[in-house]
């Protein structure tokens, strides 16, 4: 299955409002999938998190959380303040920020401090970069100062895993207006998206895994159904275990 922009945010909307799910259980359980494929690539150094202000940040925090639970090295470096997150970001936030993770909030970083943030020069070497910043949502070039995190971390030339989509790529065209993250492998969540079928997006993605957020199926075919045919969501016609409606 392919979602587009719409019809990804579609899943979300209906799996809150429709189906009562908690939107911290959603990023909970999009954060963990993605550290489990993390931990399934091997991590022989520290793992920098790169968070934006929004939900995809929240999923770095989680990621974060379940990197430093397997005895990973986590830093957690924030391209915001605190105050300016979404609420289950901040709420997951605040959760990383009683443990023992290094959080460090760099809203007006330059680029010398956000190099230096990536490549520490007196601590272990790091093995990965969590890109974090932006998810499907995003459109339109990179504005300041998250493109400078992007130009920085492709410059850093470590292995990036990008949640959702690499940052600064347009979840539907593919196209990328102005910087975007180059990552290694991108974890995308509940389907593929068109970007990964497009280029330069197949390219800028790296290997794509698409992640179980715990979405029920009949969200899923449901909004399938409406972006082929673009009619309303009809929830009284779920599909039986054979595939097919009932």
């Given at each position: 299955?392919?979602l587009?922009?719409?019809?990804?945010?579609?899943?979300d909307?209906?799996?809150?409002?429709?189906?009562?799910?908690?939107?911290?259980?959603?990023?909970?359980n999009?954060?963990?999938?993605?550290a489990?494929?993390?931990?399934s690539?091997?991590?022989d150094?520290?793992?920098?998190?790169?968070?934006?202000s929004?939900?995809?940040?929240g999923?770095g925090f989680?990621?974060?959380r379940?990197?430093?639970?397997?005895?990973?090295k986590?830093?957690?470096?924030?391209?915001a303040?605190p105050t300016?997150l979404?609420?289950?970001?901040?709420?997951?936030?605040?959760?990383?920020?009683?443990t023992a993770?290094?959080?460090?909030?760099?809203?007006?970083?330059s680029?010398?401090e956000i190099?230096?943030h990536?490549?520490?020069?007196?601590?272990?070497k790091?093995?990965?970069?969590?890109?974090?910043l932006?998810g499907?949502?995003?459109?339109?070039?990179?504005r300041?100062?998250?493109?400078?995190?992007?130009?920085?971390?492709?410059?850093?030339?470590?292995k990036?895993?990008?949640v959702?989509?690499?940052?600064?790529?347009d979840?539907d065209?593919?196209?990328?207006?102005?910087?975007?993250?180059?990552?290694?492998?991108?974890?995308?969540?509940?389907?593929?998206?068109?970007?990964?079928?497009?280029?330069?997006?197949?390219?800028?993605?790296?290997?794509?895994s698409?992640?179980?957020?715990?979405?029920p199926?009949?969200?899923?075919?449901a909004?399938e159904?409406?972006q082929?045919s673009?009619?309303?969501?009809?929830?009284?016609?779920?599909p039986?275990?054979?595939?097919?409606s009932?």
């Open positions: 299955m392919i587009d922009c719409e019809h990804s945010r579609m899943v909307q209906i799996a809150v409002r429709e189906f009562g799910m908690s939107g911290l259980v959603l990023m909970e999009a954060g963990r999938g993605c489990q494929h993390l931990l690539l091997g991590i150094g520290v793992v920098v998190v790169c968070c934006g929004g939900n995809n940040g999923d989680v990621i974060a379940h990197l430093a639970n397997a005895g990973v986590v830093r957690v470096m924030l391209a303040k300016e979404s609420p289950d970001a901040r709420a997951n936030y605040e959760i990383l920020a009683k993770t290094r959080i460090e909030s760099l809203p007006s970083a680029s010398d190099r230096r990536l490549m520490p020069e007196s601590e272990d790091v093995a990965w970069i969590v890109d974090a932006l499907t949502g995003a459109s339109g070039p990179v300041p100062p998250l493109d400078e995190w992007i130009r920085q971390m492709n410059l850093s030339k470590i990036t895993l990008a959702d989509i690499p940052s600064g790529l979840c065209t593919g196209q990328a207006e102005g910087v975007c993250v180059e990552a290694s492998q991108t974890c995308t969540l509940v389907s593929l998206k068109p970007c990964f079928l497009l280029e330069p997006g197949r390219n800028l993605a790296g290997k794509v698409v992640i179980d957020i715990g979405v199926k009949e969200i899923k075919f909004v159904q409406h082929i673009g009619g309303a969501i009809d929830f009284a016609c779920w039986s275990e054979n595939g097919g009932e």
